[in-house]
């Protein structure tokens, strides 16, 4: 049968069978390559063993946040990187970008995420809502209206609620430590 | 006409495969190059085991086709019970079938109708099974409705192929079907493009913009992705949503449905609430027939070799007349599944991971800089970032027997490569 013979023609590059997923080995990658992180960013991990679940925490060095410590966790399943990490803010924080619940409003962690882009591309994305935050993209409705109309008050409620201050009634998480 | 051994007991043998037999008989200009005719490749395709995984709207199809097509020895692979919603396509299951095995269902019937075929189900997971099972087969024929499927598929019949052992090698015809659009394609592991090659081709499931579901509503899918994505989560954060519980669907039914009266928007219905939640494309049952029988046909033809199989992707596209275009998708260099170096390293139980790591950097055919190395279940020693390398540091000096097992597979990458490297690790 041909069959047999395409078998014995098909040598290819050698004998392999992890049990390693597809996911698993793009992640390692995306990982082990990380070497040159901005001091603004720190990723951890609760267990060194499980690359999919891990922790970011950025510390603005400039802009309206500057002296924040911002922490998110980051979820990946094992169809990355067909589908984006599933990405959420674990502190309450006064953000055009971000809602009272952490969701994140990124391009790429949604609609225009694309298996070419890596973790690395989302944490680029994210220290940059924090220098940039964008008021047409809004999540919290009423931060993005005072950043349009009124910078100097945004700027001023930031400060507040970074320090674990409220405003509009709304207590924020002290980020200042 | 000489009947092969396998199907002589069965009395209309010569009839049922008539068609089939003229093809197989005689030598002719069109067939493939090494086709022997004769009753050798008759018995070999009734003998040999195809698997067919996936019981549903395109393996119902599948296994019709492959049973009439002369293949008697069929195994199908299927997780699913039998939903009233499937009875306009998948037909071999009937109304008092419901909440049956598919898988089961579908080999009954199949046996009944076409007697002479042997159908082998198995309900159940294609995880639930390993490299013996799916060793066992010539070919494996998927109709899956899932990236997440395929990709698992793929990397496990690819992974099994061993160079010392050429029967390890089987050809996967996949088959898939959106609505009025489908593909078949042919992987051969390591000669042609894998499922892996061709990922980021994949169009991803539709999503909206997270500020547009949550400020701007415009369609009824945007108040029920803010219903599934915002609503659900806030009010429920210990449970996750289950797009088959109706209890769940019909509460985010009411919650979307309140939204989009408040946005004047209509359209959100029980149907289309579940449709988004679990990204449901409807099904077009002459799509799946087209498809099954494009693989059926490959299927055929890898087993006989009586003509050409195709090179190695068919794209059919149906809302606008037929349109059909076949070509070879590359494959790619840096693939992670089928683009993995595989090497084995002999060293002593007692050498350490540095040792193992020294090893590998002298080795001028691979030119490693700084490699990371993990097993499927745990960090041996990743170079970033920096968390991981500090938590990893620890096993440098350790011995590699209380790291790993002999035999274990060792997933090396390395920033200055774009591939990764699998090594088998044998202790001396």
């Keep these: 049968m041909s069959l047999k013979k395409k078998k014995v023609e098909g040598e290819g590059n050698g004998p392999r069978r992890p049990k390693t997923t597809a996911a698993q080995i793009r992640l390692q990658k995306d990982l082990g390559d990380m070497d040159k992180l901005p001091g603004t960013m720190h990723l951890s991990f609760p267990d060194a063993n499980d690359v999919f679940n891990f922790e970011l925490t950025i510390r603005p060095d400039e802009g309206f946040y500057f002296g924040g410590t911002f922490r998110f966790t980051f979820r990946v399943n094992s169809n990355y990187p067909h589908e984006p990490p599933k990405v959420l803010c674990t502190q309450k924080i006064y953000h055009p970008n971000i809602d009272l619940d952490g969701n994140v409003c990124l391009n790429i962690l949604r609609e225009d995420w694309k298996p070419v882009l890596n973790i690395n591309s989302i944490l680029v994305g994210l220290q940059y809502l924090f220098l940039e935050p964008n008021a047409d993209d809004p999540l919290n409705k009423d931060a993005a209206e005072v950043l349009r109309s009124n910078r100097r008050l945004f700027e001023q409620n930031v400060t507040r609620s970074m320090r674990g201050g409220s405003v509009d009634g709304v207590t924020f998480a002290d980020v200042m430590r | 006409m000489a009947l092969p051994t396998v199907t002589q007991s069965l009395p209309d043998a010569d009839r049922r495969w008539r068609d089939i037999y003229r093809y197989l008989d005689r030598p002719g200009p069109f067939m493939a190059e090494g086709f022997e005719a004769g009753a050798a490749v008759k018995e070999f395709l009734h003998s040999i085991k195809i698997l067919v995984v996936g019981a549903g709207g395109l393996g119902c199809e599948l296994l019709k086709d492959l049973a009439l097509t002369g293949f008697t020895d069929i195994h199908v692979i299927d997780m699913d019970t039998i939903d009233v919603s499937n009875l306009n396509r998948q037909f071999l299951f009937r109304a008092s079938d419901v909440g049956k095995a598919k898988a089961e269902v579908a080999a009954s019937f199949i046996m009944r109708r076409i007697p002479g075929v042997k159908i082998t189900p198995y309900f159940g997971k294609i995880q639930d099974k390993d490299e013996e099972y799916y060793n066992q087969f010539t070919i494996i024929i998927c109709g899956l ?6 990709r698992w598929m793929n990397a496990t019949i690819i992974n099994m192929y061993d160079e010392d052992d050429p029967e390890t090698l089987k050809p996967i015809i996949d088959g898939g079907t959106e609505g009025f659009k489908g593909q078949s394609r042919i992987i051969l592991p390591h000669m042609t493009a894998c499922y892996e090659c061709s990922l980021d081709m994949q169009t991803k499931p539709t999503t909206y913009p997270m500020c547009t579901i949550a400020n701007t509503p415009r369609l009824p899918e945007h108040c029920i992705e803010w219903a599934s994505v915002l609503e659900w989560p806030r009010e429920f954060p210990d449970k996750k949503l289950d797009g088959d519980d109706p209890e769940h669907i019909k509460w985010l039914l009411d919650r979307a449905s309140t939204r989009a009266r408040h946005y004047d928007i209509t359209g959100v219905t029980y149907s289309l609430t579940q449709g988004v939640v679990k990204n449901i494309i409807p099904a077009i049952a002459s799509t799946n027939a087209i498809v099954a029988a494009s693989c059926a046909t490959e299927a055929f033809k890898i087993a006989t070799n009586c003509a050409t ?15 059909t275009y076949t070509f070879e998708l590359q494959k790619k260099e840096d693939c992670p599944v089928c683009g993995a170096v595989a090497i084995k390293i002999q060293v002593s139980p007692s050498a350490t991971l540095q040792d193992l790591i020294d090893l590998l950097l002298d080795r001028k055919d691979i030119q490693l800089k700084k490699p990371s190395l993990r097993t499927s279940a745990t960090s041996l020693y990743m170079q970033a970032p920096r968390a991981l390398q500090e938590a990893t540091r620890p096993n440098l000096s350790k011995c590699l027997s209380e790291l790993i097992r002999d035999g274990e597979e060792v997933t090396v990458t390395d920033e200055s490569l774009p591939i990764s490297i699998q090594i088998t690790v044998r202790f001396e």
């Design chain 2, 145 to 150: 409705d899932s990236v997440e499927a395929r």
């Design chain 2, 309 to 323: 199989p195709m090179n190695n992707y068919m794209m059919y596209v149906g809302d606008q007349g037929v349109y």
